[in-house]
């Protein structure tokens, strides 16, 4: 191998020596002053200049971890660039509740432009209404590459997942975290300008409930997720918001109660919370019970059994909640202990068991939301059908700010604000009779 050497600059020569003079004068007075000085990376920026990055500064310090090697995908470093300042501006943003600049990365036309950064600014907005700070410093985001299809250097389409991890301000040294968020997104590369983002998704159950939310809202004003534009998403962003935020105590069609029932044993709702931010992931809950790709009810089931309720095989069909086995047994006949019923691993069975069943099983009631306890049930709820996209289970409560669990999507001490619901429905659970 030949190493051959630089030829030697005379003037480059004379500016680090002046350089290192200086800073040995400097240190000096620094010394007798009883003063401190650091040098770290000082000769790298005399020598070589600043250091050129394409990450964009940011009030929240977010943090990227990859799973797996992007290059393996044959995704550049520029592109990856982009894809990491996505995640840095998004939450950032939602970081300190403001300061949005995820449009800097969206080509100017493009509808996923106006339609993401009003979903961003909506969510923004429905954190700022909580009572609880639910800001944070600092945050960690996780991404996995799934699939890659880049396409005479023009063209981009990704698909990955995210999961992150933070510590709000109003929640002391508890974590709050969410894995495996499956994104996709589709660039272009303009000339002189570089790669921008021309259509994203959130896969996710979350980001399909935010996006039926929106697309309600669009339909409403005959507009589409193609043809919105950001000025029409700025005309009437706070007619949006402000709709999303009327949040009913519960649904329309329920009855709240009005006085509290006393069953004949009662219901450990610590014991509940605990299994909830022990299992919050799903793929630990086969340990005892089977695992479903929509698992938010299972596991909201088994976290109510870990609070001492029983199992409940009387009665038929929608009258039972129970998990004896992975093998649907719901026409079964009372008191038959094998395999498992809809309600248990159902959120709209479950309601329905929770109003039909009689006797025997759990005692429970539909309240407020502000009468929620560490162990009760959250749905979030289709507005115009009363069916459940998510649930999860109250792990504790912060300035009347509930944080729960679910594995609907798998969340952890997870703010319900987060989550910008529009309609919520509150299973308080009481306990069980024999």
Known sequence: MVVRRKKRNPIKAMIITTAILLVIASMALFVLGGGEISLNGFFDR???GPEETDEIPTNVDVSIYNTNDPVSFKITDELENVINNYFKLYYSALGELGNNQLPMLYSNTSAANAYDNAILSYLIDMRKNSLAPLTYSACNVTITYINANLADGKIAEITLKE?????????????????????????????????QIERHEDRSIFGKYIAGLFENILVAYNQTRETVTLSYIDHYLTELVSSLYTVPTAALSETVITSEPEPEYPYNRNDAAVYAVKWADKAHNQDKFCSYDDNGMNFVSQCVFAGGIPMDAHGEGYQQWKWYSDELNHGQQSGERTGYSRAWINGDAFYRYITENVGFGMVTGIVPLEKAEKGDVIQLLNKSDQTVKMQGIVTGIVQNEIFLCTNSEDMQNIPLSTLGYDNVRVIKIYGYNT
């Open 46 to 48: 005399i020598i070589n």
């Open 163 to 195: 999961s992150f991890d933070v510590v709000f301000d109003c929640a002391g040294m508890v974590s709050s975290s969410v894995l495996e968020r499956e994104h996709f997104f589709a660039f272009y590369y303009v000339d002189k300008i570089g790669w």
